[in-house]
């Protein structure tokens, strides 16, 4: 009698694909019959007062009734705050060498680049200055920067 041309793994292996095939198989027809019990109900979402997504329905006795003419679809205008155009503020960054630095203004928090030809006086590191605000080529620049004594 000949020997069987089968070894021991590839039965092993023959058996594992067969598993696996049935287990996909088993899968797939779980997802048919769970595709047909969804219903229309259940697919449908509701949004809450805060923006949540949520499976309930809104209660009717909840509604409040909003006028259209209130609501505002557009960007609110800034209304202009006149300020002083002379500011104050405190140099927190000056490199002599480079010749560029930066200054705190002490009413808005906001760092100004200042450069070493707007300035009418020398000026270092923790000096306090008086200093006026323009637009150069890449944001805010301080100009007419003296020392207060």
């Avoid at 557009?74 to 202009?80: G, K, L, Q, T």
């Avoid at 680049?113 to 605000?133: P, Y």
Wanted: hydrophobic share 30%; net charge negative; aromatic share 6%.
């Amino acid at each position: 009698m000949g020997r069987s041309q089968e070894s021991f793994n590839k039965k092993e292996v023959r058996n594992k694909k067969e598993k696996k095939r049935k287990e996909k198989e088993k899968k797939r027809q779980a997802r048919k019959e769970e595709s047909k019990s969804n219903s229309l109900d259940d697919m449908i979402a509701y949004v809450d007062e805060n923006g949540n997504i949520v499976d309930t329905p809104p209660d009717p006795d909840a509604k409040t009734e909003i006028n259209a003419e209130d609501i505002d679809v557009s960007v609110p205008s800034n209304e202009e705050v006149e300020m002083d155009p002379i500011r104050k503020g405190t140099v927190n960054f000056f490199n002599d060498s480079k010749g560029f630095g930066f200054i705190n203004d002490s009413e808005t928090k906001e760092s100004v680049f200042v450069h070493i030809n707007n300035c009418l006086e020398q000026i270092q590191e923790g000096n306090l200055v008086s200093f006026e605000v323009e637009m150069g080529p890449k944001g805010p620049i301080a100009v007419q920067v003296k020392l207060i004594r």
